[in-house]
């Protein structure tokens, strides 16, 4: 199993829109390492729901339902799906008790070479195991 991290803004879609959704194709990702990164998602992955611009933070966890297909968003010269950019399909799985803060990320050291702060501009990126479960553990708080 692998473990990642997506972003959105929570005033365009936040967690309470994808639990409302209960089903969501994560599309529009127009970066090629995150597309890279939808690319090597498996179904029953486990991601981490992260709130970037307000508040930002880890306030869920979603897996992985589909793995990619063609973005239905992104539309070549004929109008039919480009097969440049993938989308996958997620689920909730559960909300966080309490948020874990971008600052509360950083200041704890065994997250210190987390994707999140080292690239902090990529919208879709791996996690490591034992960072999955720190961030977890710290969401239990």
């Known amino acids: 199993m692998n473990y990642w991290l997506v972003k959105s803004e929570p005033d365009k879609y936040g967690w309470h829109h994808f639990v409302e959704q209960g089903r969501a194709i994560w599309d529009g990702v127009r970066n090629y390492q995150a597309r890279n990164n939808l690319n090597a998602m498996r179904v029953g992955d486990q991601v981490l729901f992260y ?10 966890l979603a897996k992985v339902v589909k ?60 996690i490591r195991p034992d960072e999955f479960e720190m961030i977890l553990k710290l969401g239990q708080d």
């Not at 709130?51 to 869920?60: E, L, R, W, Y």
């Not at 297909?69 to 440049?84: G, Q």
């Open 51 to 60: 709130h970037s611009v307000t508040n930002p933070g880890v306030v869920g």
């Open 67 to 126: 793995e990619a297909y063609p973005d239905p968003t992104a539309a070549n010269e004929l109008n039919a799906p480009s097969t440049r950019w993938v989308v996958v399909e997620l689920e909730p799985v559960l909300a966080l008790p309490a948020p874990v803060t971008l600052s509360r990320i950083k200041a704890e050291p065994l997250l210190a070479n987390v994707a999140l702060i080292k690239q902090s501009r990529l919208s879709v990126m791996p």
